[in-house]
């Protein structure tokens, strides 16, 4: 069982930059993510990593969210900048079965985090 909590959300205005984080119990080579939902709209992921595999996005955040990993903490990073307010979520970190890429899709993901609200403010 993984188990998984995000910290790091909070308002912020347009323009600014936060750092979600979210500790695991272990993962290895799962493949782990950061995924989002808005109020009424249904969640998205946002980015996801597999071992040392090369990250993947969603179109929105290309260039302006980075995810990253340390193995040594169990510290699972969003770096989110240039945030706008398209960006107003509760973020939510995940975890999902060993795989040899990273995926958007929430099925490929079994343990999740409670979430993490971001507010941005135009």
């Known amino acids: 069982q993984v188990q998984l909590a995000e910290s790091g959300g909070g308002s912020v205005q347009s323009g600014g930059a936060l750092r979600l984080s979210c500790v695991y119990s272990?993962?290895?080579?799962?493949?782990v993510g950061w995924f989002r939902q808005a109020a009424g709209k249904e969640r998205e992921g946002v980015a996801s990593?597999?071992?040392?595999?090369?990250?993947t996005y969603t179109d929105s955040v290309l260039d302006r969210f980075f995810i990253s990993k340390d193995n040594e903490k169990n510290i699972l990073y969003l770096q989110m900048n240039n945030l706008i307010a398209e960006d107003t979520a509760t973020y939510y970190c995940?975890?999902?079965?060993?795989?040899?890429?990273?995926?958007?899709?929430?099925?490929?993901?079994?343990?999740w985090g409670r979430g993490t609200q971001v507010t941005v403010s135009s």
């Open positions: 995940a975890a999902g079965a060993p795989r040899r890429w990273p995926s958007l899709d929430s099925g490929a993901y079994t343990y």
């Open positions: 272990s993962i290895g080579r799962n493949v």
């Open positions: 990593i597999v071992g040392f595999s090369t990250p």
